[in-house]
């Protein structure tokens, strides 16, 4: 198995240790952020959907302008557009960017953040919507005549996209953690996105996702997130992960924001579970920013030296994670280092392994 690496940009420079600076959609930001993964070796880009900020579609259309070859991964939240034109929105992006687009589908794990955008539709609902949405979206981008949709949710009569995706297929991915969303990506998802957890919570939800896509006559491949926090030296490393934990703790302080946890969200909850058990677990994944934010987000990471982290990198891809989500602290600077050191070491260890026909280790520590 291949294993690809993705990035994440934002619009403008910010992160839990860096307060946001510079102009909310900060072009030359964009750009430069965008060229630097791309020069870094990654695989693709995040870029992510929030209820406050500048449209996702946009960011990855500047984006992709301004790169040649690396491929991105657009969040994009169901309710709010509906599934026809977000069809033809996100071939249209496709054809713009020459068949480097995916589509990151997020049912939404916080009923705050979707009231933002006026969406009052309860969380097992949304997972329900998302179902239909995905379905719609398919029929749109692969349907070579008109269809009727009458659904729950969604009413189309002789729809049709005359604009199809670039690419022979658009990848799907999907996250979240509940039964509802494991429910879903085993019938849509190509690609499913777990947070950072321990191996053994990874491995469990593996195994469910695997199930659940099984029963459609289908397989799925899997993405992990972490933080990567390198060192040249495994003192170094945790040394430079205590000073992140204090200047989080004291931007935190500093902006009077709590970054909220997401009450309703399955996913930070299995982060908390984490938190719980230790701030060092595994060989050397770290809880401390998941625990100050509440477990929010993407927010756990691996701490170590390059050779340590790509080797922990390496467990999660026995598991069958074949897809890496990494981005750091100090956004563009560490996206720099991980395609100095971390990304071409661990596609070295598994293209050698590949090669020698190493089977997959199975020890979860």
């Known amino acids: ?24 959609f900060d072009k030359q930001y964009i750009a430069d952020f965008a060229k630097a993964h791309e020069d870094a070796g990654f695989d693709r880009i995040l870029v992510a959907y929030a209820s406050d900020q500048p449209d996702a579609f946009l960011v990855t259309a500047h984006a992709g ?44 794990g916080s009923d705050a953040e979707q009231r933002r955008d006026g ?16 379905d719609v979206l398919k029929k749109s981008w692969y349907s070579e005549k008109g269809f009727d949709h009458q659904g729950e949710f969604y009413q189309a009569e002789n729809a049709f996209s005359a604009i199809k995706p670039y690419q022979q297929r658009l990848p799907v991915f999907f996250g979240g953690s509940s039964e509802d969303a494991i429910r879903v990506a085993g019938k849509h998802a190509d690609v499913f996105a777990l947070w950072g957890e321990p191996l053994a919570s990874a491995a469990e939800t593996v195994a469910a996702v695997k199930a659940s896509a099984a029963a459609h006559q289908r397989e799925i491949n899997f993405s992990i997130s972490f933080r990567p926090v390198l060192g040249n030296t495994e003192e170094e490393a945790w040394a430079k992960a205590d000073e992140i934990l204090a200047k989080a703790k004291a931007q935190q302080e500093k902006s009077g924001q709590v970054l ?48 340590q982290v790509s080797e ?20 563009l600077n560490d996206a720099v280092e991980y395609g100095k050191h971390l990304i071409p070491l661990t596609k070295k260890k598994i293209a050698a392994r590949q090669a020698s026909h190493q089977p997959a280790r199975t020890s979860l520590v």
């Open 65 to 108: 302008a301004n790169t040649s070859r690396i491929h991105f991964l657009l969040a994009h939240r169901p309710g709010f557009v509906a599934p026809t034109l977000a069809a033809r929105k996100l071939a249209t992006l496709d054809h713009l960017l020459d068949g480097r687009v995916a589509v990151h589908i997020i049912s939404g």
């Open 312 to 331: 922990a990198l390496l467990k999660y891809y026995d598991l069958g994670i074949t897809t890496f989500l990494i981005r750091g602290f100090d956004p």
């Open 119 to 134: 969406d009052f539709e309860p969380k097992s609902g949304r997972y329900q919507r998302t179902d239909e949405y995905i």
């Open 1 to 24: 198995m291949s294993v690809q690496f993705i990035g994440m940009i934002g619009h403008r420079l910010a992160s839990e240790i860096i307060p946001p600076a510079g102009p909310i």
């Open 260 to 307: 909220a946890a997401k009450p309703q969200s399955v996913g930070a909850q299995r982060l908390l579970n984490a938190v719980a058990k230790g701030d060092r677990l595994d060989s050397c994944l770290w809880t401390g920013i998941a625990g100050l934010i509440g477990g929010g987000s993407n927010s756990t990471a691996l701490v170590g030296t390059p050779e």
